[in-house]
């Protein structure tokens, strides 16, 4: 008897949809089932393999009228803002553009004795665990490309979006993938570390917390199965004493409480020069204050609720604990605050990193602002934290911010933007936000292996 993972609606705490797991025999039925069909799609032209990934995609976007609403219900998203399938279709088209390119053989030389050359060459099963919080782009991230080149793909999605993969999948077969290509199954947390351990997948693209990426390698410990990881964030925005200052007001305040802070790039801390302090917190505040907190299927609602009580629990924590030690909040409990998953969003002031709010991931509507008197000082503090995904740095200085942006722990430096995934660029972080890289070339080679071919013509 398997487990039934059940979606709970933050709109309402209901039951929004409820699916039963596989046994450990029938994951690896599907597993084995796309071993099977992997060779023949891998000998598929890679242009027929790419016509397909974009048909596919384009079966998505035809559903986002039923998508919207599903996700409003599913995770709290305001059905205003229209779903992923702007950023879903980007990242999918630009990793189709660059495919020929990025999977040719890396030609090493051809003389009248020898011909050497280096294929990349599919792993194989590709198992993605996908998230809730962006839950088509954070999927199609790894399964557009693993399918362009040539892997075979199951798909495990966050219970809180339980209908994402089903959705995903529908559409790419009925646009002529394979069912054995692509499939979206519902695992356990323990069916899933077997599969693992017991080798079912070749590669393992894992999104989500710090816990469960180091689940995942315990499971592939000792299998030399590949696992890459994005895991926790807690990414900075520094504002220089030269910036735009309302650009970087309005730019780093939706990243920060946009999709309720449920962000994995979303700001979560501010450093401010002293200069523009006062400035940044008071416009912060007014755009803040501004926000409607209500139900997501209302077109007039610009923040929803958190996507479970339990996420939101954590966050009133974060800021019930920084209150106590000092802080400042700046924005009173909006109407539609219920204790629950509907969270005001929260700006606070007078925080030190000795509160939880500047160091543990809040992924919720609160940031904390900080003043600060040098670039040294700024460093310090967006370094002082175990995670490295983004950082923000607002200046009108390119040279400065690439010489601040070196010293910057992080995946990815932003110069005047934050909290966007640009997909010519690899997605990737460090420390505790984990290791692997997503979409550019290297996307590719991570979804691929290195074959040298060393062919020695003549032997006399």
Known sequence: MG??????????????????????????????????AQKAWAARPLQERIDLVMAGVAAVGKMNDEIVPELAHMMGRPVRYGGEFGGFNERSSYMAEIAEMALADIEVGEDKNFKRFIKR??????????????????????????????NTV?????????????RMAAAFHAAGVPAEVFQN????????????????FDFVNFTGSVGGGQAMERAAAGTFTGVGTE????????????????AAVDTLIDGAMFNAGQCCCGIERIYVHESLYDDFVAKAVEIVKGYRLGNPLDEATTMGPMANQRFAAEVRAQIDEALAAGAQAHIDPMEADDGGAYLTPQILTNVTHEMRVMRDE???PVVGIMKVSSDAEAITLMNDSEFGLTASLWTRDLDRAARVGDEV??????????????????????KNTGRGGGLSVIGYQNLTRPKSYHLKKVTG
């Open 3 to 36: 487990q039934t993972l059940k979606c709970i609606s933050p709109i309402d705490g209901s039951v929004y949809a409820s699916r039963e797991t596989l046994s450990r025999e029938e994951g690896f039925a599907v597993a084995s089932a796309a071993r099977k």
């Open 121 to 150: 060459i599919p792993h194989g099963v590709v198992f993605i665990v996908a998230p809730w919080n962006y839950p088509y782009m954070t999927a199609v991230n790894t399964l557009a490309p693993a399918l362009i080149a040539g």
């Open 154 to 166: 199951v798909l495990k999605h966050a219970t809180q979006t339980l209908l994402v993969g089903e």
């Open 185 to 200: 199954i519902f695992l356990d947390h323990d069916t899933t570390s077997a599969l693992i351990a017991d080798r079912a």
């Open 231 to 246: 895991l926790g964030g807690k990414d900075p925005g520094y504002v220089m004493e030269d910036a735009d200052l309302d």
């Open 362 to 364: 809040s992924f919720g």
């Open 409 to 430: 722990e992080t995946g990815t430096v932003f110069m005047n933007r934050a909290d966007y995934l640009d997909p010519s660029l690899c997605w990737t972080g460090c």
